[in-house]
């Protein structure tokens, strides 16, 4: 008799990793939270349970935010909402994987608030999307309580509660290290080898 899972637990193997939600889906028994499951495909689940109907929490997991101008396609100069750029290879590549993976993508574009978006936008982000992942990706151009992270290449990312910007700051790392490195040439090279 395996043990009942809770909605928690199972919110948090699935948050965890592929590996520790498929563990979890093995070793519990879901039909006390059966309710509050939505069936979906799951390619990742070992064989053996296949047999068993395939589910996920409907209860939102998070999701990562992704800027469409600049950060997952290429762009030079504004072309109009018909024009979307070729897919920047590094970030759609972490897209797939993030899909791969059964995680939540949003695209969070500026685009999405233009009044002409649905006369004009709507159908070529649908194509390009369809061409490029092989679904539409859900469009926004708001933050909500369930936004993991958000990609894009004018954010700057601060670090929590403290107001530093962290590529400042690694600047300012590299800086005193290379100082650092410079200090210790000088006083090395002062010691003749032989
Ligand atoms: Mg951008």
Not at 23 to 40: C, G, K, N, R
Request: aromatic share 10%; proline share 5%.
């Amino acid at each position: 008799m395996l043990p009942e899972a809770t909605l928690e637990e199972f919110n948090k193997a699935q948050a965890l990793s592929h590996d520790a939600f498929v563990e979890f889906v093995e070793t519990h028994s879901m039909s006390a939270i059966w309710d509050q499951l939505d069936p979906v495909e799951f390619d990742f689940l070992p064989t053996r349970l296949q047999h068993k109907p395939r589910y996920i929490s409907r209860v939102s997991q998070g999701w990562h935010g992704v800027d469409l101008d600049g950060t997952l396609a290429e762009y030079d100069h504004w072309r109009g909402l018909e024009h979307i750029g070729a897919p920047i290879p590094a970030m759609a590549r972490r897209v797939s994987a993030w899909l791969a993976n059964h995680e939540e993508v949003r695209i969070v574009t500026a685009r999405f608030g233009d009044p002409q978006w649905t006369q004009q936008g709507r159908e070529p982000y649908a194509y390009w999307c369809l061409k490029n992942f092989g679904r539409v990706l859900p469009i926004t151009d708001r933050k909500d309580y369930a936004m993991i992270d958000l990609w894009d290449d004018r954010a700057v990312q601060v670090e929590k509660n403290t107001g530093v910007a962290l590529v400042e700051e690694a600047q300012r790392q590299r800086d005193e290290w290379e100082a650092r490195y410079e200090t210790l040439l000088g006083s090395v090279g002062g010691v003749s080898p032989g």
